[in-house]
């Protein structure tokens, strides 16, 4: 089952997704990250449930990074499906990846106390 789920955290805001994600959930996606990307802080994507992502769910993630710049994180483990999708797209040399939620996280916590 597709599901997307968004939730805060001290300094942004986490959008999950698991499942399979391609244009039919867009409607559901598209929302989330524009309330997420809104505030001016960190955007993490967690795709460490997600199975399967479409070109317009990397299309929207391109979007979100030009707008908010190193602000996007997507948490995705590496060797996974999903993961091969952004190597083999090479979006990986733009977007911020991490192997897990938690990293992601973690990496901005550094990066804002070495600031």
């Not at 707008?67 to 091969?84: D, T, W, Y």
């Amino acid at each position: 089952m597709e599901n997307v789920r968004s939730y805060s955290f001290d300094d942004g805001m986490v959008v999950e997704l698991s499942g399979e994600h391609d244009m039919s959930t867009m409607p559901v996606i598209e929302p989330a990250m524009a309330a997420a990307c809104r505030d001016g802080n960190l955007v993490v994507v967690d795709l460490s449930r997600a199975t399967f992502i479409d070109s317009s769910v990397l299309s929207m993630l391109l979007r979100a990074h030009k707008r908010i710049g190193n602000r996007l994180r997507v948490a995705v483990a590496s060797g996974s499906r999903v993961h091969r999708i952004f190597e083999i797209t090479q979006m990986d040399r733009y977007i911020t990846l991490s192997e897990t939620l938690d990293r992601a996280l973690r990496t901005h916590d550094e990066l804002k106390s070495s600031a």
